[in-house]
């Protein structure tokens, strides 16, 4: 699932990025608002996220999945790069997504949980770290 999810990425394929997941997800995102509720809500936002001119690409170098019966998660750290020109810009970030099996025995994507560390002193967002 991960692996289509970074395929449809580096195609801009939106149908292809959100096939997976659940009409009644709850994702909190990078930014504002809290939380977004819904499928329709989800692909907003990663709608806005294919609109970066150039090459988009996702991956996680060290995915790690736990499985029970009908639930599962997956974590990791997200690695966002965007190509444009002879100009690429990476950013790092902290993902964690719970799936269900559906009646249909597909798994579903129900919740995710993505952020930047915040620096302590300040309080902004860190999205210059890098592994």
Same mark, same amino acid.
């Given at each position: 699932?991960?692996?289509?999810?970074? @395929?449809?990425?580096? +195609?801009?394929? %939106? =149908?292809?990025? *959100?096939?997976?997941?659940? !009409?009644?997800?709850?994702?909190?995102?990078?930014?504002?608002?809290?939380?977004?509720?819904?499928?329709?809500?989800?692909?907003?936002?990663?709608?806005?996220?294919?609109?970066?001119?150039?090459?988009?690409?996702?991956?996680?170098?060290?995915?790690?999945?736990?499985?029970?019966? @009908?639930?599962?998660? +997956?974590?990791? %750290? =997200?690695?966002? *790069?965007?190509?444009?020109? !002879?100009?690429?810009?990476?950013?790092?970030?902290?993902?964690?997504?719970?799936?269900?099996?559906?009646?249909?025995?597909?798994?579903?994507?129900?919740?995710?949980?993505?952020?930047?560390?915040?620096?302590?002193?300040?309080?902004?967002?860190?999205?210059?770290?890098?592994?």
């Amino acid at each position: 699932m991960h692996q289509r999810w970074f @395929d449809a990425t580096a +195609a801009k394929d %939106l =149908d292809a990025m *959100t096939a997976d997941i659940a !009409d009644d997800v709850v994702s909190y995102e990078h930014g504002t608002p809290l939380q977004y509720v819904g499928l329709h809500a989800v692909r907003e936002v990663c709608a806005a996220g294919l609109d970066a001119p150039g090459a988009v690409a996702w991956t996680m170098p060290d995915l790690q999945v736990l499985v029970r019966d @009908d639930l599962a998660v +997956a974590w990791g %750290l =997200d690695r966002i *790069t965007v190509e444009e020109g !002879d100009a690429t810009t990476e950013s790092w970030s902290r993902g964690t997504r719970v799936f269900r099996r559906a009646e249909d025995g597909q798994w579903r994507m129900v919740h995710q949980h993505l952020s930047y560390p915040r620096d302590r002193r300040t309080g902004e967002a860190r999205t210059d770290l890098r592994p």
